[in-house]
């Protein structure tokens, strides 16, 4: 049966998640009973054509067939099935849906610590204090907990801030032509430090990831082919998707084109401020990045975009522009610089009270 394994493993993008190999050996064996059902039946198609062909039966026979072997390979194939179904689908699925450790908190580690520190001396980091960013009492959980909100056509992803919370959001709050896509109340105190982004993904790798997807408009599904993550998002539902990336983004794409190297930051924004000032993170002197173009550029580099957030439901006459998204599997130093950026532009500059209101930041 290596072949059927062989010629799947051809058609299959690669694995890089921690459970991705329970998925893929429930497809090969759910295609060796189709390869057995498709050569079983075959071949007794074909006996019957030559059994019963009109010369040597050129009157009907009405009795019909007397023995119970077709009970007897019926009967197997149910067993099989339900072995297919019982060990192997139920087991797994249970493991990813149902016995999910709830996150817990868990001290950081002193050398992300050190590292934070060392953000301090980036130019235009004018603050001496990490605290100001990150505070004493900051959450760190021992997985990435995102929610994600799908809508036509796009994924909107949300994440909590240091203080580990997640700010409410309201239906009367969306304004999608304000860029309002999920209705976070930003005066709220859980809000504040919350991080939200449209079609990218960050993930820290080896760090098991916990996401809560919904939909606020139509049904959508959730599809990260590389990391055998396909889940719907239903309007009105909280669905938990469970798994651990394994791979960088970076050696990925090196591994296609060693000659071609990847820098994180020429894809992805840099931080920048409400006063327009960013943090050159990949020393081009601009807050500009390439991620506009970063199809074609990644096509000529290494022969293929990098990994992309997909849809596989058809959700309207936009579907195919859902799979624009881009996720980034990052090492944890890049996670940590990507997540330092983001507490940095928040946190940046002074803001007057009586100028902005109490509720502004």
């Known amino acids: ?19 991705g ?41 009405y009795k019909g067939v007397t023995s119970h072997y077709s009970t007897y390979a019926e009967v197997g194939i149910v067993l099989f099935e339900a072995f297919l179904l019982i060990a192997l689908a139920l087991p797994k699925w249970q493991d990813l849906k149902i016995n999910i450790d709830k996150p817990k908190n868990q001290p950081i580690e002193a050398s992300i610590l050190d590292l934070r520190n060392s953000f301090l001396d980036i130019e235009g980091v004018e603050q001496d204090d990490i605290t100001t960013f990150f505070p004493q009492n900051e959450i760190n959980k ?29 239906l009367d709050l969306v304004n999608d032509g304000e860029g309002e896509y999920i209705g976070l109340d930003w005066s709220h105190a859980d809000s504040k430090d919350d991080i939200v982004l449209q079609d990218e993904l960050i993930l820290e790798v080896g760090k098991p990831v916990l996401i809560y997807l919904t939909s606020k408009d139509v049904i959508h599904s959730l599809f990260l082919p590389e990391f055998r993550v396909k889940q719907d998002a239903i309007p009105g539902q909280k669905v938990a998707i469970f798994f651990t990336p394994e791979k960088t983004t970076k050696d990925f794409l090196e591994e296609l084109n060693p000659s071609e190297e990847f820098v994180l930051w020429d894809y992805i924004a840099d931080p920048e401020n409400y006063d327009y000032e960013f943090l050159d993170f990949n020393g081009d002197q601009t807050p500009e990045n390439k991620s506009s173009m ?59 009270d009586e100028e902005w209101g109490d509720d502004d930041w």
């Open 1 to 19: 049966m290596n072949f059927i394994k062989s010629f799947i493993d051809s058609y299959m993008p690669p694995n890089y998640s921690a459970h």
């Open 21 to 61: 190999q329970h998925i893929d050996t429930l497809i090969y064996w759910v295609h060796y009973l189709m390869f057995v059902l498709f050569v079983g039946w075959g071949a007794y198609f074909i006996y019957t054509l030559f059994k019963f062909r009109e010369s040597k039966n050129p009157k009907a026979n």
């Open 142 to 170: 021992d997985k990435q907990v995102i929610h994600i909100i799908a809508q036509t056509f796009n994924y909107n992803i949300h994440y909590p801030g240091p203080d580990g919370k997640f700010g409410p959001r309201h």
């Open 294 to 352: 970063r199809a074609e550029i990644f096509d000529e580099k290494y022969g293929r975009d990098t990994f992309q957030i997909g849809c596989a439901q058809l959700c309207g006459s936009g579907h195919s522009a859902m799979a624009k998204g881009d996720m980034f599997i990052v090492s944890k130093e890049d996670y940590q610089k990507w997540y330092f950026g983001q507490m940095w532009a928040k946190n940046s500059i002074i803001v007057d």
